[in-house]
Every structure is written in structure tokens, then in C-alpha cells.
């Protein structure tokens, strides 16, 4: 049973808890640390509390296809990693009780080395968003139990999540994705502040970000030009075009106040941004013939 402690467990005065340690040989540690290296959640930690997540994960091989690792509706006990394999996501609308062969619904989405699991439960408090399901003959997942992932994941990774959620609900660019898709935008952001004046992005240089711009205003400039091709405020984004073609910066953006942006990395724009990349490309710099600036 739970006891009162785990159902509180970022409450003060419970000192006596201390993390599982798990031991690990060279080669699992090697593998764990490659599965989360490309994950956003464990980006963010400072490197004693990645070791005490590390040590607390658990190795749990997935020896065939078709199996459950979490059901719909039940309560939450563990998040997870995915190490090799892929996992299908499931829902039914209904949320109703996952018996008979239609029970796990309507497959939503795929999960694959890197990616991770089951944090909303845990999060929230929550039933089971979703039934997770192999869909491989061999995979490997890794577990952390709820009390260390509320204790060190949630106190700073997921921090994140949610302070971002709300802005990000306001930028039009992403009013087509479901919240949940916002919600793995957000574990991706950092946020950098330019005073008055100073530069973003030069043009000419290679791209490695995406920006959304938080606060203040911007705008963007063309070499050949002597004013602004286009002005940027809360919401709107920038830098999305050297990503999308792999070319030189087209055009350099500079802070017009003291601005806040949410930066998004190269990697975290392609594996998130996929479905509003045909936003991005029409709305974009049709530039007219004319007057050469772009159409709006
Ligand atoms: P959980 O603890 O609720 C099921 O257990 C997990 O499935 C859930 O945490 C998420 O980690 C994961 N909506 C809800 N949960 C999802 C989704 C999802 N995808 C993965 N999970 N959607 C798919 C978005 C592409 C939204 C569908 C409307």
C-alpha cells in the first residue's frame, strides 16, 4: 500500500528518505548514459542529481512485442526510459475499463531510444493518460521509481515544463499541436535574455536555433537594406529558416528592447517542429518583388 509519505513526497520533514541505489556494471552504465543523453528531461541537471537519478534507475527488459508496460486508467508507479526499441501509444477516448481487443483504443504516437514515458501520472497524481504497448520483439527500458523521479525530476526538469506551457499556448505558430506536444516543446527550451541593441542572429552565420520570443520586441535586418524587414513581439519566432533548408543565416535579428526568448537546439526543432513545418515554410517570406520586403 501507499503510505502517506510517497503519496507527499516533496514535502518537507521527511528526511529519512533516501534514494535507491542501484548498482550497475560498466557496460549498463555506458547504455543508460547514452539513452539519456539525447533527452531533454536530463539536460538540465546539475551532475549530482543525474547520479542520483542514475543510480536509481532500474533496467527492465521488454522480451517481446504486444506487451503492456503501462494501462490506461491505472495508477502511477513508474516513468521510463527507452533504451532500444519502440513502443506504440494508445488511447481510448472513452477512457473506459482496457478489456476485450479493442480496449487500448487508437495508437496516437511511437516512442523510440531516447524518448521517455509515463511522467504524467506521476506529475499530476493522475490515472494513466495512455497505454504504452512494445512494438518490437527485444526492447529495453529503464525505470525510476515515482518518489525519486517527484523528488529530482519534477523539481527541476518538469519545473520547466510547466512554466513554459502557458506561453506556449499563446504562440499561434503552435495552436494546431495537441497541448501534449506543447508540453515536449517546453521540456526543450532555454530561455536567453539580449539587452537593447545587441545582436541575436548574424546573418551569414550557420544556424544551430529556433527562437520564440517571450518578451520585448526585435527585428530583423538585410544587409543591402537600411530598414527593418520585420518586426517581432510576444509570440511570434525567428530563426527557423537556416534550419529548415541547412543554410546560412538569411537575415540577422536584433533585440529593439530588452527581450527574453525561448531557444530551441537544432535537434529539438526538427524531432518537435515536424508538424507545423508547412506552417513555417508558407507563412514566411514571400517576399514582394516590388518593394523586396517580405509580404505579410
Ligand atoms: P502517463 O503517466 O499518463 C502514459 O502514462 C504516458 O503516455 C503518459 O504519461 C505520457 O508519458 C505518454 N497524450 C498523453 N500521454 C501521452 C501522449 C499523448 N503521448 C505519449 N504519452 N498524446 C500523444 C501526442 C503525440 C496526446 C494524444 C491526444
Given at each position: 500500500s501507499v503510505s502517506a509519505e510517497s503519496l507527499n513526497p516533496?514535502?518537507?520533514?521527511?528526511?529519512s528518505w533516501s534514494p535507491p541505489f542501484h548498482p550497475k556494471s560498466a557496460d549498463q552504465v555506458a547504455r543508460l548514459k547514452k539513452a539519456v543523453s539525447g533527452n531533454f528531461l536530463f539536460s538540465h541537471l546539475d551532475d549530482e542529481h543525474l547520479k542520483t537519478v542514475l543510480d536509481a534507475l532500474v533496467e527492465k527488459p521488454?522480451?517481446?512485442?504486444?506487451?503492456?508496460?503501462i494501462t490506461q486508467g491505472d495508477a502511477g508507479d513508474y516513468f521510463y526510459i527507452v533504451e532500444e526499441g519502440t513502443f506504440g501509444v494508445f488511447i481510448n477516448p472513452t477512457g473506459?475499463?482496457?478489456?476485450?481487443?479493442?480496449?487500448?483504443?487508437?495508437?496516437?504516437g511511437t516512442i523510440g531510444p531516447g524518448g521517455s514515458f509515463g511522467e504524467l501520472a506521476l506529475m499530476y497524481?493522475?490515472?494513466?493518460a495512455a497505454t504504452i504497448v512494445s512494438l518490437e520483439s527485444k526492447s529495453t527500458l529503464w525505470a525510476l521509481d515515482r518518489i525519486t523521479f517527484r523528488r529530482i525530476l519534477m523539481d527541476s526538469a518538469f519545473q520547466r515544463r510547466r512554466m513554459y506551457e502557458a506561453f506556449l499556448e499563446e504562440v499561434p505558430l503552435l495552436a494546431s499541436l495537441k497541448p501534449y506536444e506543447r508540453s515536449k516543446i517546453a521540456d526543450a527550451l532555454d530561455t536567453i535574455k539580449y539587452p537593447t541593441g545587441e545582436t541575436i542572429i548574424r546573418e551569414g552565420d550557420p544556424g544551430d536555433s529556433f527562437y520564440l520570443l517571450e518578451s520585448g520586441e526585435a527585428e530583423a535586418f538585410k544587409s543591402g537594406?537600411?530598414?527593418?524587414v520585420k518586426a517581432y513581439s510576444r509570440g511570434d519566432y525567428f530563426g527557423e529558416l537556416a534550419l529548415l533548408d541547412d543554410k546560412p543565416r538569411a537575415a540577422s535579428v536584433t533585440a529593439k528592447t530588452d527581450v527574453k526568448v525561448a531557444r530551441l537546439g537544432r535537434d529539438g526543432f526538427k524531432r518537435l517542429l515536424g508538424p507545423v513545418e508547412q506552417i513555417m515554410r508558407r507563412t514566411e517570406y514571400d517576399v514582394d518583388p516590388l518593394t523586396k520586403t517580405p509580404a505579410s
Open positions: 516533496t514535502s518537507s520533514g521527511s528526511e521488454i522480451p517481446a512485442k504486444d506487451i503492456k508496460v473506459a475499463a482496457q478489456s476485450g481487443p479493442d480496449g487500448i483504443g487508437n495508437q496516437v497524481n493522475a490515472p494513466r537594406t537600411d530598414h527593418a
